[in-house]
């Protein structure tokens, strides 16, 4: 960014956008080997023999929150530190924004790695079956980030966060029941 | 089936006269008559075709789902087969919903696309269908392929409503309002509703059809193959 602009600054609406399309390709490319890894060390069975299904699902589950939340980390500062024009107003909104949106990102990854995990091409395939999940998640995300930049009160970001959590609690528990008929196949 | 095709050949070419042919007057008299929509005047007349195949994109999307809510509960490879015929005339009508809406946002709008929400939204529809799609050609395997697909329609599904409710909060739409207002009170000429109705119920009709056809001709190739 700082290279490709020169000594222009990108406008901050840019910039908490282009925030979230770092952190989509961070999850894309990291979040997708969660099930992938199990089929190719031949692990699959012997977890299907040990475990409850469910335990697997949020054992998983669990794995790419942790994940994600650390690679989030780790992009929120050095982007915050980088880019001179991205200024955060209301900390609180952008961490619970960053919070909400690296447990939507988790929960709707791990459904989409583990229905992935039984597919032929499934590098490809991750992102084109992830996209349309996850973007009402990103455009609440991008929204929420844009109100912290503009120094917006958290009240005002209480209807996102509502959706958020919706989202979160919905597609965890469309996950967990339907999860049982990836699994035993 | 015969009689079933012939009155829908009837009912829609009645529709498309109709739709297309009655005079529009500035002040309607005559019971033929559609009164001119400001602003939208005769590009009016292309909701008689958008709108049924915008609300059959999203039909389609619904059944895909129960059928594949169905085939997860007793497994039955019909139920599959009922779920991908759906989504199949869905991604069509979903295709048709686009092109018609894009060519009449390059009248009224000036631009073919400029990604108003409802735009958005149906192309986020036409994703979906398409990543559906792409995911059945990848596995190998009935079963595993009806399951995972199934799978997948109903993840997309219960993550779409959000999609509709998040999209007028984010950017205002320029998309005329459909017939029914915010109240749920119908506001439209009595003749154009008539039209507008039989055309709903036409291409809901048209949509059934393709779809027995579709699923009768995947069921002959599911039993000749076993």
Redesign the interface.
């Known amino acids: 960014m700082v290279f490709a602009l020169g000594s222009e600054s990108a406008p901050v609406d840019a910039l908490s956008g282009m925030l979230w399309v770092v952190i989509f390709f961070a999850a894309m490319s990291g979040l997708s080997r969660t099930f992938v890894t199990e089929e190719e060390r031949g692990t699959t069975m012997t977890l299907q023999l040990l475990a409850q299904p469910s335990a697997v699902y949020f054992g998983k589950l669990f794995f790419n929150l942790v994940l994600i939340v650390g690679v989030n980390a780790f992009t929120v500062v050095l982007y915050t530190v980088f880019l001179n024009g991205f200024i955060i107003k209301t900390t609180s909104i952008f961490i619970v924004a960053i919070a909400l949106g690296s447990v939507g990102l988790a929960a709707?990854s791990t459904?989409?790695a583990a229905?992935i995990a039984?597919?032929?091409?499934k590098g490809t395939?991750y992102p084109?079956?992830s996209?349309?999940?996850l973007?009402?998640?990103l455009?609440?995300c991008i929204?929420a980030t844009r109100m912290a930049t503009e120094g917006a009160f958290i009240e005002e970001a209480f209807?996102e966060f509502q959706?958020l959590v919706?989202?979160i609690v919905?597609?965890v528990t469309?996950?967990s029941i339907?999860f049982e008929?990836?699994w035993k196949? | 089936m015969g009689v079933f095709k012939s009155i829908l050949f009837v009912w829609m070419s009645a529709v498309i006269i109709l739709a297309l042919g009655l005079p529009m007057v500035a002040q309607p008299k005559a019971w033929y008559q559609f009164p001119t929509i400001p602003a939208l005047e005769e590009k009016a007349r292309i909701m008689f075709f958008h709108v049924p195949t915008a609300w059959l994109s999203t039909l389609a999307f619904v059944m895909s789902m129960i059928y594949g809510i169905q085939y997860?509960r007793y497994k039955r490879l019909e139920d599959d087969i009922k779920s991908t015929s759906a989504a199949g005339l869905g991604f069509l009508f979903c295709f048709l919903a686009t092109a018609t809406g894009a060519i009449w946002a390059r009248f009224s709008w000036g631009t073919y696309w400029n990604w108003d929400p409802r735009q958005t939204s149906i192309f986020?529809l036409l994703?979906?269908y398409?990543?559906y799609f792409?995911?059945r050609s990848?596995?190998?395997g009935e079963?595993?392929r009806a399951?995972?697909a199934?799978?997948?329609s109903?993840?997309?599904a219960?993550?779409m409503p959000?999609?509709m409710?998040?999209?007028p909060?984010?950017l205002a739409s320029l998309h005329p309002e459909p017939i029914l207002n915010v109240q749920g009170k119908l506001q439209m000429n009595p003749t154009m509703l008539v039209v507008f109705l039989s055309s709903l119920a036409g291409f809901t009709g048209l949509y059934y059809w393709m779809w027995k056809l579709q699923v009768r001709a995947q069921s002959f190739e599911l039993h000749r193959n076993n």
């Open positions: 709707s459904i989409i229905i039984k597919a032929n091409t395939l084109v079956l996209f349309p999940i973007l009402p998640l455009l609440t929204n209807g959706f919706s989202y919905v597609v469309a996950s339907l008929y990836i196949d | 997860l986020v994703l979906i398409g990543a792409a995911l990848a596995i190998d079963e595993k399951t995972l199934a799978v997948y109903i993840i997309a219960v993550t959000f999609f409710f998040i999209m909060r984010i």
